[in-house]
């Protein structure tokens, strides 16, 4: 009976550190101990783009305006302008992929070029955004601020442009095919949007 307990405690043991080692730490919730809050976590500062360490995860930061007194109605704000800040950088992915194709197509000679850029970002970000997710939240001990975290998969986007009407069979396979890349290429881009006042 002894033997048969040392054996279950000591299989509890090994699952109880298994599991603690096999869990990576999330660098976006890290301390990063500026502005005069200890607990600002790293996303907060980061703004929006790729989000390390979570491949296939676009992710945006929304903020409540200062001094508001509702702390419910400074966090629904905060959401809304994380989604709206969101929706910034997936218009600027799909039409940076939709250019790409355009490119694409009038190089290779495979004819149908006119597509409108901006209406299908439009289209297919509005279609995936509804797949988003408020992440994480928090609130500055300094100011009051408060700071959402927005997310979104690559995947849900796959989906949206696969279910997607509004665009024909070629534009769908080259997203498909180039999604991945695409989302490589995003915080370059979003740089060079900021670069450029855009």
Known sequence: MMNHVRVVMAGLLLT??????GKKEDPMQKPAGDMGD???PAWVNKGSGNYPGKAGV??????SPKGMDDEGLAREAADNDARVQLQRVFETYV???IE??????????KGKTEID???VARTLTEGTLRGSM?????KSNKDGTIYSLCIIEVGK???VVAESKDVDEGTKEYIRDNAEKAQGDLDAALGAKTEGGG
């Open 16 to 21: 109880g550190l298994s599991a603690g080692c």
């Open 157 to 159: 986007f796959k989906q």
């Open 38 to 40: 200890r607990d600002r």
């Open 117 to 119: 850029v901006k209406s």
């Open 134 to 138: 408020i992440e994480d939240h928090w």
């Open 58 to 63: 676009i992710f945006a930061v929304g903020l």
């Open 100 to 109: 790409s194709y355009k490119r694409a197509t009038m190089t290779g000679g």
């Open 95 to 97: 039409a940076a992929m």
